[in-house]
C-alpha cells in the first residue's frame, strides 16, 4: 500500500520556522521524483518545491526562494521542507507528492494527507 504521511505542521509566529516531512512506504521512493505543493483557502493548489529522484536538482517557487530548503532521505524513504522566515502568506495546507513519468507516461501520482501549516501573530 502506498503511504505518504506528512508532519511537522503547525502554528509559527511571523519570521519563524518550521520543519515539515514525509514519510514515504509502498513504491521505489529514491526512483520517484517528490514535491511540496500547498494550498490555501480560496487558492489554487500550487507547487512550492520539487526534487529529482536523484537529488541533484532542486527548483523552487519564486515566493518561497532563498527561505525554504528542500531535501530527501533515500535511506529513511523521508522528504524534508525546512522552511525559514515564514510569512502570513505561507499559510496554507502542505501536500506531499510524489510521481514519475517516462517518456510522457505517467507511471504513478500520489499524494499525502496534508498538514496544515499556520503563520501568525
Known amino acids: 500500500q502506498v503511504q505518504l504521511v506528512e508532519s511537522g505542521g503547525g502554528l509559527v509566529q511571523p519570521g519563524g520556522s518550521l520543519r515539515l516531512s514525509c514519510a514515504a512506504s509502498?513504491?521505489?521512493?529514491?526512483?520517484?521524483?517528490m514535491s511540496w505543493y500547498r494550498q490555501a483557502p480560496g487558492r489554487e493548489r500550487e507547487l512550492v518545491a520539487a526534487i529529482t529522484s536523484a537529488g541533484g536538482s532542486t527548483n523552487y517557487a519564486d515566493s518561497v526562494k532563498g527561505r525554504f530548503t528542500m531535501s530527501r532521505d533515500d535511506v529513511k524513504n523521508t522528504l524534508a521542507l525546512q522552511m525559514n522566515s515564514l510569512k502570513p502568506e505561507d499559510t496554507a495546507v502542505y501536500y506531499c507528492?510524489?510521481?514519475?513519468?517516462?517518456?510522457?507516461?505517467?507511471?504513478?501520482?500520489?499524494w499525502g494527507q496534508g498538514t496544515q501549516v499556520t503563520v501568525s501573530s
Open positions: 509502498g513504491f521505489t521512493f529514491s526512483s520517484s521524483a
Open positions: 507528492n510524489a510521481a514519475r513519468s517516462v517518456s510522457g507516461t505517467k507511471w504513478y501520482d500520489y
